[in-house]
């Protein structure tokens, strides 16, 4: 009888975020063995408890101590089937305001991190036959948006990224995809949401006149992970209310 498990694994980046942790649950509550990492191990340690998942505290920005956390965790799991990466910040300044530090900063946090991921991850899984990998984009890559100059360029890479990736790894049998969310209510976004006339002024410009929700941003994420989407490669997935790509009635004249 074999030893390998046959539950689905995977390694979700970036895990006690609001997206993350969503995430981390919906897959926990469908079958999936889990690997978690982040940088806070308080955190990781909750989620352990309540999901008996594997943990892993490192900065996805560091690429050896992302790399270290990969080995323990596919050590740990005993096959890779899904990558996640949920690790990210928000910068919300014009290009004048915006310093050098903050600047590299956005970088770092959002399209480095997602590119030492997918490095990962692809090198992994490689070797293994293929699988799922998702990377976090915004509906500010698609679309133009005030004061958002460092953030829409750094998810706008991870786009190009993921899309390039795709190529190179089709023939390994590894999907790459990415989920584009408009705002949502997370701990990261709380200086947009916990403010009233600012949560509504930002859910009058999504269409469909509301923020987003992270269980609804997993649920993309999850439908992507699931081997069903196996014809689905290279693909950005907005989950934004309609912001990327429909007129919002309180921006029309009419």
Known sequence: MSDTPTNPAVFIVGATGGIGSALARRLSSSG?????????LDRLAALKDELS???????????KALENAFSAGCEKLGRLDGVVNCAGSLLLK???LTS???????LHANLTTAFYVLRCAASR??????GSIVLMASAVAQRGMINHEAIAAAKAGVVGLAQSAAATYARYNIRVNCVAPGLTRTPLTE????NEASLQASAALHPLGRIGEPHQVASAVAWLLDPEQSW???QVIAVD???SSVQARAAANF
Request: proline share 4%; charged share 20%; hydrophobic share 45%.
């Open 100 to 106: 050098a530090e903050e600047w590299a900063h956005t």
């Open 94 to 96: 014009p290009a004048h």
């Open 32 to 40: 999936w063995r889990l690997a978690l990492c982040a940088r806070g």
């Open 241 to 243: 209310g309609g912001l």
């Open 125 to 130: 899984m490689m070797r293994t036959g293929g």
């Open 191 to 194: 200086a947009l949401t916990r």
């Open 232 to 234: 689905v490669t290279g």
């Open 53 to 63: 998942a594997h943990i892993e505290a490192a900065d996805a920005a560091d690429p």
